[in-house]
């Protein structure tokens, strides 16, 4: 089966709020517009693939440009495999465009990334209800930075690299 969707959106802002100096303030008015496509395919009985695609136009009417921090561009694709009821396996991409900064931030827009993640997991192991989930996030170890103000910390904040995480869970 195929499912797809496409939203489109206008929004206007007043008295939008930013942090100037640590301080909160009101800034002026902001509009921003875009789109959306959605999508889930069951290619396969055993084969599913999701996926969206966003695309966001931002205007700081006091400025003139982008809202700070506001990607472009977003994605995600996500290709999941379910051999067995109790089998799964999910890859997921993920890809966030250059971010602008704000106009007073003298430094260059924050780079874009992608990350990719895998999970692994494996209900009714040995036990009905016993579930094991294993996986890694950003399995090639991106470098993901969220933007920090320019009078605070000049370097960005550096996200958490490749990660593995391991769970287990007991449902009755």
Not at 24 to 49: F, P, Q
Not at 62 to 76: K, V
Not at 140 to 157: E, I, L, T
């Amino acid at each position: 089966s195929f499912i797809g969707k496409l939203s489109v959106f206008y929004s206007e802002m007043d008295n939008l709020i930013y942090t100037v100096k640590k301080l909160y303030s009101n800034v002026g008015n902001a509009a921003s517009k875009g789109l959306e496509l959605e999508t889930n395919w069951r290619i396969i009985d055993t084969l599913t693939v999701n996926a969206n695609l966003s695309y966001t136009d931002t205007e700081d009417e006091l400025t003139g440009s982008d809202f700070q921090n506001s990607p472009s561009w977003l994605s995600n694709v996500g290709l999941i495999w379910q051999p067995k009821t109790d089998c799964t396996a999910a890859l997921n991409y993920r890809h966030v465009d250059k971010r602008n900064r704000s106009a007073k931030d003298p430094r260059e827009s924050l780079d874009g990334y992608d990350t990719l993640n895998l999970t692994l997991s494996r209900k009714n192991l040995y036990y009905k209800g016993l579930t094991l989930r294993s996986g890694v996030k950003n399995l090639f170890d991106a470098d993901v930075r969220y933007p920090a103000n320019y009078s605070d910390y000049k370097q960005d904040y550096p996200q958490t690299g490749r990660e593995w995480w391991v769970q287990v869970s007991y449902e009755f």
